[in-house]
């Protein structure tokens, strides 16, 4: 049962933006919350995590400056900015059943990101 649920991939020129968003079906978030992506061929990559209360927030060197990762109280948002033909990949969110990001949880299906050069 899909409890993660990722929405607002596409295709994108490179030095647009894309806005991706994650939901929890029914319910609200209570963990730090995370975005993932595999790009084609690779393993999956951490990029981005904020803690339960929005205090603790730490970006990868490969999106920092370009991503920002914010929350409420039932969605968690990744705001990419000035996009490269790298960052295509499957993105997902992730739920920690920690407050701060501690590897144990849960996540989404994935939602497609294609950049365009």
């Known amino acids: 049962q899909v409890q993660l649920h990722e929405s607002g991939g596409g295709l994108v020129q490179a030095g647009g933006s894309l806005r991706l968003s994650c939901a929890a079906a029914g319910r609200s978030f209570g963990g730090a919350l995370a975005w993932f992506r595999r790009a084609p061929g690779k393993e999956r990559e951490f990029l981005a995590t904020i803690s339960w209360n929005g205090d603790g927030i730490f970006y990868a060197d490969s999106v920092k400056g370009r991503f920002i990762i914010s929350r409420d109280i039932g969605t968690v948002n990744l705001e990419m900015n000035s996009l490269k033909p790298e960052d295509t990949g499957v993105y997902y969110c992730?739920?920690?059943?920690?407050?701060?990001?501690?590897?144990?949880?849960?996540w989404g299906q994935g939602t497609q990101v294609t950049v365009t050069s």
């Open positions: 992730y739920e920690d059943r920690a407050i701060y990001y501690s590897g144990d949880g849960i």
